[in-house]
Nanobody
Framework: QVQLVESGGGLVQAGGSLRLSCVVS????????MGWYRQAPGKQRELVAT????GSTNYADSVKGRFTISRDNAVYLQMNSLKPEDTAVYYC?????????????YGQGTQVTVSS
């Protein structure tokens, strides 16, 4: 089992910045991949960014150049140049592979609201 707790969401004006944090209940380095996802009202959850256990990163096209995922003992999402369309509940996720089976875990989410 992996417990994830997000923090750092809030209300910000367009063009502003926020930094999300995700505290994990076990060593980051024992997890195959960590990621940030978001879900806007009426839309499906979508991938925002991922980072693997060896530090490889991947971003959705809509956030490339604006968002940065990083980790130390937690996982972070630095969000710059925020746009109203970034408004969503942001979730931290973890994927642990046991044998050949991936197990996915998510936190409760943190609300990010960007005003125009």
């Amino acid at each position: 089992q992996v417990q994830l707790v997000e923090s750092g969401g809030g209300l910000v004006q367009a063009g502003g910045s926020l930094r999300l944090s995700c505290v994990v209940s076990r060593s980051i380095y024992s997890i195959n991949a960590m990621g940030w996802y978001r879900q806007a009202p009426g839309k499906q959850r979508e991938l925002v960014a991922t980072i693997t256990s060896i530090g490889s990163t991947n971003y959705a096209d809509s956030v490339k150049g604006r968002f940065t995922i990083s980790r130390d003992n937690a996982v972070y999402l630095q969000m710059n140049s925020l746009k109203p369309e970034d408004t969503a509940v942001y979730y931290c996720g973890a994927t642990v592979v046991a044998g050949s089976t991936p197990y996915n875990y998510y936190g409760q989410g943190t609300q990010v609201t960007v005003s125009s």
